[in-house]
């Protein structure tokens, strides 16, 4: 059971370019969520999904997208990367939402220069 | 505002010893669950231990804990017999419609 997988583990990109994150849960679980986590600090929520074709905005969804057409896959699209954006993405998912806990993936880290 | 305050950013403790870490949160809902994660160096993040708000009883989960005192929105996790293998960095959350994350206390256990 590979739980959730992210992918890459690693990247680089320079200002202006777009690359897309990718989620896959292998769990049926229904709720999928993008966190982005900066040095030294906690997680931002920046988009999160309740099902398939839902998607709605977090704290921090500027420069950001997100489309969910799956109930096992929740890519994130940066589209003209921003030095802001380095950081590090987890993605998670969640069965039944609130009170379970989520499972997060390995995450992303993303350099822009 | 919901928040989440986590004010150490960080703490050492020796081998076999308890530590406690703090946290308050913020909300105006009644209902909602906390939790307490631990991210090692690997970055992967790991549920330690789960609290739902309605419920007076503290969780506890092998060598962690909380100390849940609702009134005053705290929620403390004690890690009795501290393993060198506790070492990560460990995250307060709290949950009504989202997750909502403090900013983290670097745990360190020496030998």
């Known amino acids: 059971n590979a739980g959730v997988t992210q992918t890459p583990k690693f990247r680089i990109l320079k200002i202006g370019q777009s690359m897309t994150l990718q989620c896959t849960q292998d769990?049926?679980?229904?709720?999928m969520y993008w966190y982005r986590q900066d040095p030294g600090m906690g997680l931002k929520l920046i988009y999160y999904?309740?099902?398939?074709?839902?998607?709605d905005k977090g704290e921090v969804p500027n420069g950001y997208n997100v489309s969910r057409s799956t109930t096992e896959d929740f890519p994130l699209r940066l589209e003209l990367a921003a030095p802001s954006q380095t950081s590090v993405y987890f993605c998670?998912?969640?069965?039944?939402?609130?009170?379970?806990?989520?499972?997060f993936g390995s995450g992303t880290r993303l350099t822009v220069v | 505002a919901q928040t989440v305050t986590q004010s150490q950013p960080e703490m050492s403790v020796q081998e076999a010893e308890t530590v406690t870490l703090s946290c308050t949160y913020d909300?105006?809902?009644?209902?909602?669950?906390l939790f307490w994660y631990k991210q090692p160096p690997s970055r992967q993040m790991i549920l330690v231990i789960r609290?739902?708000?309605?419920?007076?009883q503290n969780a506890t989960e092998n060598r962690f804990s909380v100390n849940f005192q609702k009134a005053a929105k705290s929620f403390s996790l004690k890690i009795s017999d501290s393993q060198l293998g506790d070492t990560a960095m460990y995250f307060c959350?709290?949950?009504?419609?989202?997750?909502?994350f403090g900013t983290g206390t670097r745990l360190q256990v020496f030998p």
């Open positions: 998670a998912s969640s069965y039944l939402g609130r009170g379970y806990g989520y499972t």
């Open positions: 909300t105006s809902e009644n209902n909602y669950y």
């Open positions: 609290q739902e708000a309605y419920k007076q």
């Open positions: 959350a709290f949950i009504t419609d989202k997750l909502i």
């Open positions: 769990m049926n679980h229904n709720y």
């Open positions: 999904s309740v099902g398939a074709g839902i998607t």
